[in-house]
């Protein structure tokens, strides 16, 4: 039975780390909020007093962390984790990060004998709670074959993205269709009504047309439409506004290293940030409706 180390209790991780629970894992288990490392313990993991402490004895790492400047700083440097970590430990990371920040951990757990692949996911808090999270795997084919059984226990989707960072650069891709495609949504559905439409009139004629997509047929913006969706709770729930902004950053750090032109993914990002200076990042995404209405 593998042993893992769980890194990074947040909205994403700490239903991960359930879902290994669940599937019999051994976990111990670590995050800044004390609370998070109760509630698995509760549940059946072992707590740990710190990131250091997680991983002794301990034959896989994961770790689900808010951003690169994190991730550098529990593995990287004289006192980061790689150097504490035995030879042949398996450091599957799992955050969204730049994939040049990526490759640089890569490079370094590769110096101390250590197999890593990053693998951010999609699917969202639902996902995480549901096990049904799509895993992008940078690394090693050998490696992710590893490690499958641990993302299964998290995702119904796993996908070999390609080498070390590859997993990051499709993140980053498909998050900046996912911003434009609610941008682009929220902005008809606010035409739509303004023109006298009824919005679950609109939302389903353009759900069944050409201009039909993922945000249609699952995440509505538009409050009332979707029962379940964070736009009829308030916008609370699912995927924070400032994650977004995040990631549409990060999308951009990786067109500057490529000089590749995202004009689309600019554009959104300044929505975004927009948002986050009206003091709406911590609500979910769609929450871009609002720069339609208001």
Known sequence: MKRIAFIGLGHMG????????????????????????????KEGAQAASSAADAVQGQTVVVS???????VEGLYLGDSGLL???????????????APESARRVHQ????????????????????????????????????LEQARPIFQAMGSNIFHAGPDGAGQ????????????????????????????????????IMRQSSGGNWTLEKYNPWPGVMENAPASRGYTGGFMA??????????????QVTASSTPMGALALQLYRLLLKQGKGQQDFSVVQQLFVE
Do not use: W, Y
């Open 169 to 204: 650069v499709a993140k980053v891709c498909n998050n900046l269709v996912l911003a434009v495609q609610m941008i682009a949504t929220a902005e008809a559905m606010a035409l739509g009504v303004a023109s006298g439409l009824e919005p679950t009139v609109l939302a389903e």
């Open 242 to 255: 400032e994650l977004m902004a995040k990631d549409l950053g990060l999308a951009q750090e990786a067109a």
């Open 83 to 97: 150097k504490q970590l035995e030879p042949g430990t398996l450091v599957l990371e799992c955050s969204t990060i």
């Open 14 to 41: 700490l239903p991960m780390a359930r879902n290994l629970l669940k599937a019999g894992f051994s976990l111990k288990v670590f995050d800044l909020v004390a609370d998070a490392i109760e509630t698995l313990a």
């Open 108 to 143: 370094a757990a590769a110096e101390q004998g250590l197999a890593m692949l990053d693998a951010p996911v999609s699917g969202g808090t639902a996902g995480a709670a549901a096990g049904t999270l799509t895993f992008m795997v940078g690394g090693e084919a050998a490696t």
């Open 64 to 70: 689900m962390l808010p951003a690169s400047r994190h």
